[in-house]
C-alpha cells in the first residue's frame, strides 16, 4: 500500500512515544551490536597459520593483499579476532524486553567466532549416526569454556537441540535427549547390508531386456529421492544462514553428514552426484545458498561421518550377500566392474563437494579418518582465530557472476585459507524474481520448522484487542534501519519498500492463515536522519476469535529479499 509522508510522520511521532513507554532506550540494532550498511562490502575472514598449523597473530592491514579476479583491491576495514579466554557462563545480551514485547535480536554477544554443529540424520544411516553421537559426547566433554556452541539435527525438519552456550552440561543435556533418526530418503537407511530390488532366484530368470527396464525404474526413483534430499539440505543451509545473519563475527558451521548429495561443476551449476541416474542443475538454488552463507560470514566444516570407506563389494556389508541390489550375481566380473564403479562415482562426487564447498566458504572438509573428535574440535579451533578484511569492489556491474578472490601475504611461511570467492548478485535482483518464488521464500522462513531469521532485526509489541483497535489484536513492528535498503532517489526522498507480515497457527503449532501489508515510505532527510536513529514502524491489525496462538512476525525488504522473524506466544481474551 502508498503511505503518504503525513502518514509517516503521524506513524513515527506515535510509534516513538510507545517505544518511550515500552521499550528500553536502546535500538535492536544497539543492542544487538550490528549495523548494516547498504554500501556493498566484501568481508573476509583470513584464518593464517605456520607449517605446523599453528596460528600466526601479529599480523597487520599492510601485510596482506586482496585481489578479485586479479585486480588488487583497497582494505576497507581490518581486525584480528581470537578466544577471550573467558570461561563458563552463559554468552547472553542482558537486555530484558517488556511484558508483549518480542524480539528476533539475537540473544548473545560473541567475543570471538559460534560454533554451530549440524547433526544430518537426512543424508546419514542410522548405523553412523549412533557412532557419531557417541564421538560427539566425547567431544562436548571436553570442549573449551569459551567456545559458545550450538547443536542443530536435521531430517525432514531442521530442529534446534540447543541454542549458543558455554555450558558444556547442557549441550551433552541436550544431545542424550535427541534420538537418531532414520531418514525416509535413503537407499539404505540402516547402513547394514544393500537391500535387494529384486530377489536373485527371481532376476536370474528374467529377460535380460526387463531387468534393464526394471533398473532404469529404480534409477529414476532413487533420482526423485535425492532430488528431495537436495531441497531439504539446501533449505536447512539457508535457514541457518538467515538465522545467523544478525551476529556479528564469524560462524563456524560444521556439517557431519555421511551423503553429500550434491556436485558443483567449473560453471558453478550444481547436479545430482549419481551421474547416470540424472543430473539435475541447481545452479540457482547453489548461488542462492552460497551467497546466504557468504553474507552471513559463515564459514562451512564438512565432517564425513561414514569414516574411512572402502568399496562396497569389499565391505562387510557387500559380502553379506552374493548379489547386487539388482539379485545379480557378484561372481560376474561385469557386475564387479560396474558396482566399482558407481562406487568410485559417488565417493568422488562426494569428495568434490566436501572440498568445494569448504573452499568456497573458507572452512576445511574432514574425511577418509576415524577420528571424528579430533575433525569436530579441529574445526573449532581453526576458525576461532582469524583476520576479518572487507573491501568495496571495484568492479560494480553486478551480473550474478562467481568472482574468485585471492588473498596473499608479504610474511614468509605463512599459510592463508579463505573462502575462494562469492556471487556478485545485483543487489536489486530480488525485485526481478518470479512473484511465486518470492512467496515461497516467505513462506519458508514464516514456516515454524525454521528458525528465526535475523537478517533484518525489529522488535514487536503485541496488544490485546480493545475498543481503540476495533477488537483486533494489534501488531506495532519496530524495525531497525540498518537491515533495510532506504534508497535516496531523484526526488531527494529515501525510499524503503517492506512487507510486514504475520503467519498465524494454533497453540499447536498448525498453520491457520497469514497476514500480511506492504509499507512504502517516502522520507525527507530530517525525518530519515530520525529513522535511522530510532526505527521504521509498521502496524497491522489482526481479527482473531478468543484462543491461545502462535505468531510468527516477518518483515521483508522487497528490494533485497532480506527478511526478519522471531516468535510470540499470543492469547486472546473472551470478549467482555
Known amino acids: 500500500m502508498k503511505t503518504s509522508f503525513f502518514k509517516i510522520l ?10 518511550a513507554q515500552t521499550q528500553p532506550s536502546e535500538t535492536p540494532a544497539q543492542a544487538a551490536g550490528v549495523l548494516k550498511a547498504n554500501t556493498r562490502l566484501v568481508l573476509v575472514d583470513v584464518v593464517a597459520t605456520d607449517n605446523k598449523g599453528v596460528p600466526v ?15 588488487a583491491q583497497e582494505i576497507r576495514s581490518f581486525s584480528f579476532q581470537k578466544p577471550n579466554g573467558v570461561s563458563g557462563g552463559e554468552v547472553r545480551n542482558a537486555r530484558k524486553l517488556p511484558p508483549n514485547v518480542y524480539t528476533n535480536v539475537p540473544a548473545y554477544k560473541p567475543d570471538g567466532a559460534l560454533n554451530v554443529i549440524l547433526l544430518d540424520a537426512l543424508n546419514t544411516t542410522a548405523l553412523n549416526q549412533a557412532t557419531l553421537h557417541d564421538s560427539l559426547l566425547k567431544v562436548l566433554q571436553k570442549l573449551p569454556n569459551d567456545r559458545p556452541v550450538a547443536v542443530y539435527a536435521l531430517g525432514l525438519h531442521l530442529t534446534l537441540l540447543q541454542d549458543f552456550t558455554t555450558d558444556p552440561s547442557l549441550l551433552q543435556n541436550a544431545l542424550k535427549a535427541y534420538k537418531d533418526k532414520r531418514s525416509p530418503l535413503l537407499e539404505n537407511p540402516t547402513g547394514g547390508a544393500r537391500e535387494e530390488y529384486i530377489p536373485s532366484s527371481i532376476a536370474q530368470s528374467l529377460p535380460p531386456g526387463m531387468l534393464a527396464r526394471i533398473r532404469e525404474f529404480v534409477e529414476a526413483n532413487v533420482a526423485s ?21 544478525g551476529v556479528s563475527g564469524r560462524k563456524n558451521l560444521i556439517w557431519i553428514s555421511e551423503s553429500f548429495p550434491l556436485t558443483i561443476n567449473s560453471g558453478s551449476t550444481l547436479n545430482l552426484s549419481h551421474g547416470a541416474r540424472g543430473d539435475r542443475n541447481y545452479g540457482p538454488q547453489l548461488a542462492h545458498t552460497a551467497d546466504l552463507l557468504i553474507n552471513s560470514q559463515v564459514a562451512l566444516y564438512t565432517v564425513d561421518a561414514r569414516g574411512i570407506v572402502n568399496d562396497s563389494i569389499y565391505s562387510a556389508g557387500g559380502l553379506a550377500s552374493t548379489t547386487d541390489s539388482m539379485g545379480r550375481p557378484l561372481s560376474n566380473p561385469n ?7 558407481e562406487d568410485n562415482s559417488e565417493a568422488h562426487a562426494n569428495r568434490s563437494t566436501e572440498n568445494d564447498i569448504a573452499q568456497r566458504t573458507g572452512g576445511e572438509a574432514f574425511y577418509n579418518t576415524n577420528d571424528f573428535s579430533k575433525a569436530i574440535v579441529k574445526s573449532m579451533d581453526d576458525g576461532s582465530t582469524y583476520y576479518a578484511l572487507a573491501y568495496s569492489p571495484e568492479n560494480k556491474n553486478w551480473d550474478g557472476k562467481f568472482r574468485k578472490i585471492q588473498v596473499k601475504t608479504s610474511r614468509s611461511g605463512v599459510k592463508l585459507r579463505y573462502r575462494s570467492g562469492y556471487f556478485a548478485g545485483d543487489p536489486r535482483a530480488f525485485e526481478k524474481e518470479d512473484p511465486a518464488q518470492r512467496n515461497r521464500d516467505l513462506a519458508q522462513v514464516l514456516n515454524l520448522d525454521f528458525p528465526a531469521s535475523t537478517e533484518i532485526l525489529f522488535d514487536a ?3 490485546p484487542p480493545s475498543e481503540a483497535t476495533g477488537n483486533k489484536a494489534e501488531i506495532q513492528f519496530h524495525i531497525d534501519p540498518h537491515g533495510v535498503v532506504l534508497e535516496k532517489q531523484e526526488d531527494n526522498l529515501y525510499h524503503a519498500d517492506l512487507t510486514c507480515a504475520v503467519q498465524i497457527y494454533s497453540s499447536q503449532g498448525a498453520p491457520l492463515r497469514t497476514e500480511a501489508a506492504g509499507l512504502k515510505a517516502n522520507l525527507p532527510e ?10 521504521i514502524p509498521c502496524k497491522q491489525l489482526i481479527e482473531l476469535p478468543a484462543g491461545d496462538y502462535l505468531f510468527r ?24
Open 57 to 71: 597473530t601479529g599480523l597487520s592491514a599492510q601485510d596482506f593483499t586482496v585481489l578479485e579476479e586479479g585486480r
Open 10 to 19: 503521524l506513524i513515527l511521532c506515535l510509534a516513538s512515544y510507545a517505544i
Open 526 to 535: 530530517d525525518i530519515y536522519q530520525r529513522v535511522m536513529s530510532s526505527h
Open 335 to 341: 557386475v564387479q566392474r560396474e558396482q566399482a564403479s
Open 553 to 576: 512476525l516477518g518483515i521483508r525488504d522487497n528490494r533485497t529479499g532480506h527478511m526478519g522473524t522471531a516468535d510470540a506466544k499470543v492469547s486472546i481474551p473472551a470478549a467482555k
Open 461 to 463: 509489541q503485541v496488544n
Open 225 to 245: 529421492t535425492t532430488d528431495l534430499r537436495v531441497d531439504y539440505t539446501l533449505n536447512a543451509l539457508q535457514a541457518l544462514a538467515r538465522s545467523l545473519a
